[in-house]
Nanobody
Framework: QVQLVESGGGSVQPGESLRLSCSFR????????LAWIRQAPGKEREGVAS?????????YMDSIEGRATIWLNNTKASVVHLRLDNLKPEDTAKYFC?????????????????????WGQGIQVTVPS
């Protein structure tokens, strides 16, 4: 079982930066694919960024690459962070932390929403126009 808790959302002005954090706790051993997925009102969920829990390669949605950075902090607690720079009104959405178990040998970890079966509650990010 994996539990995910997001923090760090809010309202920010265009051009500003924001960091989201997701604390994850797993009760069974295994590698996870971790991702940030967002959903704007009236739109489908879209992947933003992904990383595996062994600090493997990162993946980014094409349209946001260059403005997003995902990284892990596995020191005191297991946390996956997402930094968004130069925020735009179209970045307004509810941001979800998501996880999917991976096999020991798997290298496939991508921000593709259907891949994920474990979701956090989501956190709102608003960028006014």
């Amino acid at each position: 079982q994996v539990q995910l808790v997001e923090s760090g959302g809010g309202s920010v002005q265009p051009g500003e930066s924001l960091r989201l954090s997701c604390s994850f706790r797993q009760t069974t051993f295994g590698k996870l694919c971790l991702a940030w997925i967002r959903q704007a009102p009236g739109k489908e969920r879209e992947g933003v960024a992904s990383i595996d829990s062994n600090n493997g390669p990162t993946g980014y949605m094409d349209s946001i690459e260059g403005r997003a950075t995902i990284w892990l902090n596995n020191t005191k607690a297991s946390v996956v962070h997402l930094r968004l720079d130069n925020l735009k009104p179209e970045d307004t959405a509810k941001y979800f932390c998501a996880a999917a178990p991976m096999t020991q040998w798997s290298t496939l970890c991508r921000p593709y929403p259907p891949d994920f079966s474990i979701w956090g509650q989501g956190i709102q990010v608003t960028v006014p126009s």
